[in-house]
């Protein structure tokens, strides 16, 4: 089992910036793609971004392209999500999500989930 633990999430107005954080620990000996989805009031969740367990490949939701960043340091088992020129469709709870493989990340079937972390952005 791995737990996976959120933090930064926040209150910021429209255009601001925000650094998500995701510490993974437990049984940790397999190396996992990490990744984050998102879930709006009244919406599904959806698909935000991916990085591969090595940290070379990258995949990320066309509306979050361009501003957003994820990067992980595997030193510290812990990823991260740049969020620049947040929107106010952007306000969501974010989790951290993660699997052995980038494909099961990014259509939501990874066995590993956060708490989630709340993002509001202001308008």
């Known amino acids: 089992q791995v737990q996976l633990v959120e933090s930064g999430g926040g209150l910021v107005q429209a255009g601001g910036s925000l650094r998500l954080s995701c510490a993974a620990s437990?049984?940790?000996?397999?190396?996992?793609?990490m990744g984050w989805f998102r879930q709006a009031p009244g919406k599904e969740r959806e698909f935000v971004a991916v990085?591969?367990?090595?940290?070379?490949?990258?995949y990320y939701a066309d509306s979050v392209k361009g501003r957003f960043t994820i990067s992980r340091d595997n030193t510290k088992n812990t990823s991260y999500l740049q969020m620049n020129s947040l929107k106010p469709e952007d306000t969501a709870v974010y989790y951290c999500?993660?699997?052995?493989?980038?494909?099961?990340?990014?259509?939501?079937?990874?066995?590993?989930w956060g708490q989630g972390t709340q993002v509001t952005v202001s308008s």
């Open positions: 999500t993660a699997d052995l493989r980038s494909a099961q990340v990014v259509d939501g079937t990874s066995r590993f």
């Open positions: 437990g049984s940790t000996a397999s190396r996992y793609a």
């Open positions: 990085i591969g367990w090595s940290g070379t490949s990258t």
